[in-house]
């Protein structure tokens, strides 16, 4: 009756929060409110998930990304604008307090027009860097459509991203089949070398990038932006508090022309549909914090030692004790909290550290429950006395960041848990000492008190002497 | 509508077929600092090498070819050497300087070679790629491989691998080695060793002539006192090993404070019918 009870609750409370975990407020910066119809289908998406879009133009007055210190959108959605600069109330700081703030910013750029100083700024500073001659193209004379792009090969085909190492959580490339992402016009950014910078889209090792106005005859070596998979078409930067900024090379990527249109690659089958709608929901799911997003429940530790209480979350433990700990994990899939299952070749590790841990166990996968699955691991404290950390420091490309820190201090041994003297063979013979003394201080006052002299009765006389 | 666009693209397809991109009078040559061309190999698109071409660290290697599309010299939008690296995968175009006669030259030598290469077991592979827009298909072809010598003297070249999120390798705490007795032969040797002196010394005594003789007449004279006396003196003994066993110390005192009392009280009693009898000369 209760797990029903709870249940319906839960899934009253499911339904209730169907949108992403950090707010439903979109501000959508493009140049004239008739670019809204070439990204209907785009826009008809977000809306269905429950996005509350407001459209401006970067000079209007209205727009404000922050009110007396508050965000007044919590996601920023940047279409190509003609404009050189984003107007006073977009500049790069505004921006980047944005981020700090944990606003998500989804930038789609364009090769045919000129990406604003304020978003290259922005990127720069996320170090995600752009072609310096602001007109680059991303061409690939082998991945190209046949049907729309046979001569200027400027729409990539590509296949949906797997992940680029294993042990990182696939988003993108689900039931793609044989689906082509369309990556038409579309610029490529070289990411610089930081944790925070994950690609989900590079280009094919056959593309390249050139400037159609300078390099239209050919490309020379010391001109060349980047080739190849150093080229990343789909940039994602995630910032420690968790706040997201995607670069989408290609906005006509998202355009409606290019959801679900039918193109031929070089060698390809004849005839593939485009997966741009569906990766295009992913990657602004992934943006808006829709998915990707992770949560711990609860964390309990307890002692785990026979014939002493298991209380959870003790004040206090004591060297050497076994300890067990579990932690809770749950994962947002787009309008609710489900549990979260490590990727196959990772692992979720418990750091029981000092200055440094002494201890980094892998935890496992213990129980699943409704929107939760526990992780767990049983350990033994080290002989060292002092203020540990449970930590789980579980931080990972397209996921949001996880840092659970308990602190317990840990005694020595009490004087009375060591163990006993009659345990310790080495003292077997003092105890026998002890022994011995202890019989023969008895004899000798049983012997004093109770025993007549020999050669009794002999008077001991003193002799004088002169 | 289909069966046309079928058949356009069938004939699209046809077309392509027919035009594609070569390159032709290939030759990679590695030419040491001092400048002389040491040694030349050809090769072509069917036939790469098959040796690898050694790279010393002062060396440079240059590639020459000659860019065809359907059998006429032409420039080509895209003409790449890329150098792959096998180990991981990481791959470096160098583009060529292709003159408008469609002959292209490139020079490389160690030091433009990213630090990941330098470092890498294996030999490099080199391919050649050729591409530009319109029909003609582009060429991919792997040509050769190039074996890096590195100078001996010179250090090698530091590489970081950048910090990238995943899991660490686990630790798992060494813990001190406990405290250890000796073998238990041992201990139980010397333990038998110290235990079989108690024997010795009543023995000991016996010999020298210990008796108990007095006793009765102890017992006659005080008997309550001497049972007390003696008696609450095991009792201390007894005391004591409670307190080793299981009472601590808060248990101990007030019972040995009584013990003590007794042992007193009883005592003067008991030790003033001693002195008697040594007064009366019997001790």
């Given at each position: 009756m209760r797990t029903l009870l709870s249940f319906l609750l839960l899934a009253l409370a499911s339904v209730v929060a169907a949108i992403s975990t950090s707010g439903n407020r979109l501000l959508v910066v493009l140049?004239?409110?008739?670019?809204k119809a070439t990204y209907s289908k785009f826009f008809a998406d977000l809306e269905e998930r429950e996005f509350k879009i407001t459209y401006e133009t970067p000079?209007?007055?209205?727009?404000?990304?922050?009110n007396l210190g508050e965000r007044t959108y919590d996601h920023v959605l940047f279409l190509p604008v003609h404009t050189k600069g984003l107007g006073p109330n977009l500049t790069p700081k505004t921006l980047h307090d944005f981020v700090n703030a944990q606003g998500n910013i989804l930038l789609a750029l364009s090769a045919n027009t000129t990406t604003p100083t304020s978003l290259v700024s922005l990127l720069s500073e996320l170090d995600i860097t752009l072609p310096t001659d602001r007109n680059s193209l991303v061409v690939d004379h082998f991945n190209y459509d046949i049907t729309s792009a046979?001569?200027?090969?400027?729409v990539l085909l590509l296949p949906a991203p797997k992940p680029v190492r294993t042990g990182i959580k696939d988003f993108?490339?689900?039931?793609?089949?044989t689906k082509l992402i369309a990556f038409p016009r579309g610029v490529g950014a070289v990411l610089g070398n930081g944790q925070l910078l994950n690609p989900i889209l590079r280009a094919p090792r056959t593309a390249y990038s050139y400037n159609p106005k300078e390099q239209a005859e050919a490309v020379n070596g010391d001109d060349l932006f980047a080739a190849g998979?150093?080229?990343?078409?789909v940039s994602t930067f995630q910032a420690r508090n968790n706040a997201r900024v995607t670069v989408v090379?290609?906005?006509?990527?998202?355009q409606d022309k290019w959801f679900d249109a039918s193109v031929t690659k070089l060698g390809g089958k004849p005839v593939v549909q485009t997966f741009n709608r569906e990766f295009a929901k992913r990657v602004s799911g992934w943006t808006f914090q829709e998915i990707g997003v992770l949560k711990v429940n609860w964390v309990e530790h307890h002692l785990e030692e026979e014939g002493a209480p298991n209380d959870s979350n003790p004040a206090m433990y004591r060297v050497k004790n076994n300890v067990s700990y579990t932690i809770s994990l749950a994962e947002f899939a787009w309008d609710h909290w489900i549990g979260f299952n490590v990727p196959e070749a990772d692992e979720v590790q418990l750091e029981f550290s000092m200055?440094?841990?002494?201890h980094r166990l892998n935890l496992k996968e213990e129980s699943h429950r409704l929107a939760a699955v526990h992780y767990h691991t049983v350990f033994t404290i080290p002989d060292q006395h002092g203020i540990f950390n449970f930590m789980v420091n579980y931080k990972r490309p397209f996921l949001s960041n996880i840092e659970e820190k308990n602190t317990v201090p840990v005694r020595h041994m009490a004087?009375?848990?060591?163990?006993r003297s009659y345990a310790i063979s080495g003292a077997w013979p003092w105890i026998a000492g002890i022994g011995a003394t202890v019989s023969g201080f008895l004899g000798f006052v049983a012997l004093w008190m109770y025993s007549a002299p020999v050669g009794a009765g002999k008077k001991v006389t003193v002799k004088k002497t002169q | 509508m289909r069966f046309t666009q079928a058949l356009l693209l069938l004939a699209a397809g046809a077309a392509q077929a027919a035009s594609s991109w070569s390159f032709d009078d290939a030759s990679v040559s590695v030419a040491a600092k001092k400048g002389s061309d040491a040694i030349k190999e050809k090769f072509s698109q069917k036939a790469p090498l098959t040796k690898p071409v050694g790279l010393g660290s002062t060396d440079t290697v240059k590639i020459i070819l000659t860019a065809k599309e359907d059998g006429k010299a032409k420039r080509p939008h895209q003409a790449f050497v890329t150098i792959k690296e096998q180990e991981t995968g990481l791959e470096a175009p160098f583009p060529l300087t292709v003159k408008d006669t469609g002959k292209a030259v490139v020079q490389i030598s160690q030091?433009?070679?990213?630090v990941q290469f330098l470092l890498s077991p294996k030999p490099l592979k080199a391919s050649v790629v050729i591409g530009s827009f319109g029909e003609a298909r582009a060429v991919n072809t792997p040509v050769f491989d190039i074996e890096l010598q590195t100078d001996p003297n010179a250090p090698v070249p530091k590489y970081e691998a950048p910090v990238r999120y995943g899991k660490k390798p686990e630790i798992h705490h060494i813990f001190r080695p406990g405290p250890q007795s000796p073998p238990k032969v041992i201990s139980l040797f010397f333990a038998l060793a110290v235990a079989a002196m108690v024997p010795v010394l009543f023995i000991s005594w016996l010999l020298l002539?210990?008796?108990?003789?007095?006793l009765t007449k102890a017992l006659g004279a005080a008997p309550l006192s001497h049972v007390t006396f003696f008696g609450s003196i095991v009792a201390m003994e007894g005391v004591f090993f409670m307190y080793y066993t299981s009472w601590n110390l808060f248990q101990v005192l007030p019972v040995a404070g009584v013990v003590g009392v007794v042992t007193v009280l009883s005592g003067t009693k008991a030790l003033g019918e001693v002195q008697s009898r040594r007064l009366a000369g019997e001790r």
């Open positions: 140049d004239d409110v008739a670019d000079k209007s007055d209205s727009l404000n990304l922050f046979a001569d200027r090969h400027d993108f490339s689900e039931d793609a089949g998979q150093q080229l990343s078409l090379g290609s906005a006509e990527m998202l200055l440094s841990p002494f004087h009375d848990e060591w163990p | 030091k433009d070679l990213p002539g210990a008796n108990v003789n007095h």
